[in-house]
């Protein structure tokens, strides 16, 4: 039998104790993954992912975020969401109360609010701040944001403002990506993230969409992503990663092979994955050359998250 673990990203090491803590009592993965991923939302120094997450173009914070049973599949999705603390735990909502896998916007406010989830401010003066510097740097000489919006039409239409929106979306971004497997060797994975700094709003990245952002099988495992979004719903990364553990390859051949999938994309940004395989092997890799790819591991026999590498797949 596999340990029961927890790994999660870079971002979510100092939280894993939280999943940790469930496995060790022999609680579920699904919950293990929700409870770390709901201190990773509140943690006001992490600008990718709930409180404090940097808004979109008109300022507003709209979040995404996942969370998938790798035993049924059963899967919820919530994107462009306004208001609730917690994210994850709507998602989660989604999967054990509704006829559907994915709400967003104001059916899936509406949705939180009937099934009680925490409402909340995730406005915080650093997410302010970042907004502001944008405005007042991107907008120098455009004049002042008239107050019809007109400038939003202007930004989905300008090079200009795009060259500015693809050198904030690398300067702000991330996502948290949470995965477990318990000792009834269920496997779990959570995906929470304010998505990219500015976007257009209604804008979703991969991280609301199962199968690109996230995906887990307790056949094989489960693999999550962070990055430019775009890249992983263009080749359902999450849901390719489980394609080739099933195909007999381990989890850093899979990784391998889907960060070497976003290469030939020729697209704009960078992706990154985690992978676990249901026999306790993980992984995570990026095609960022400059960056090192790492992860965080927390079994139930250890007391802390222990930092492993993963690999940088090149062009
Ligand atoms: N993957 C997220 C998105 O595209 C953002 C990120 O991880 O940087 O919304």
Not at 180 to 191: Q, R, Y
Request: hydrophobic share 40%; charged share 25%.
């Amino acid at each position: 039998m596999v340990k029961p673990f927890i790994i999660g990203t870079r971002n979510a090491g100092q939280f894993l104790h939280a999943g940790a803590k469930i496995l060790r009592e022999g609680g579920s993965a699904l919950d293990a993954v929700e409870a770390a991923t709901r201190l990773v939302e509140l943690n006001p120094n992490d600008t990718s992912v709930g409180l404090a997450g940097i808004p979109n173009i008109l300022g507003v914070q709209e979040m995404d975020a996942t969370i998938m049973c790798g035993k049924t599949r059963n899967s919820g999705a919530v994107g462009a969401l306004k208001g609730f603390k917690h994210p994850i735990s709507v998602a989660r909502k989604v999967l054990d109360e509704a006829p559907h896998v994915l709400l967003v916007g104001a059916g899936a406010e509406r949705f939180a609010r009937i099934m009680g989830c925490e409402e909340g401010d995730l406005e915080t003066e650093l997410s302010k701040k970042v907004y502001q510097a944008f405005i007042d740097d991107a907008f120098d000489d455009e004049g002042v944001i008239d107050e019809s919006q007109n400038w939003v039409v202007k930004y989905a239409r300008s090079q200009n403002l795009r060259e500015w929106f693809d050198k904030l979306a690398d300067e702000h971004h991330g996502t948290v990506n949470i995965m477990a497997l318990d000792a009834n060797g269920d496997i779990a994975s959570a995906v929470s993230t304010s998505g990219t700094a500015l976007k257009f709003p209604g804008r979703l990245g991969d991280s609301p969409i199962i199968g690109a952002g996230n995906y887990c099988d307790n056949r094989y495992g489960a693999a999550a992503c962070t990055g430019r979004g775009e890249l992983a719903i263009r080749n359902s990364t999450a849901r390719t990663i489980i394609h080739y553990l099933e195909n007999g390859l381990n989890p850093e051949e899979a990784a391998f092979l889907a960060m070497k999938d976003i290469h030939d994309l020729n697209g704009v940004g960078g992706m990154n994955c985690i992978v676990l395989d249901n026999k306790g092997n993980t992984i995570s890799a990026t095609t960022t050359p400059e960056r090192d790819s790492v992860y965080w591991y927390f079994d139930v026999d250890m007391t802390e998250a222990e930092q492993r590498s993963g690999i940088n797949v090149q062009k």
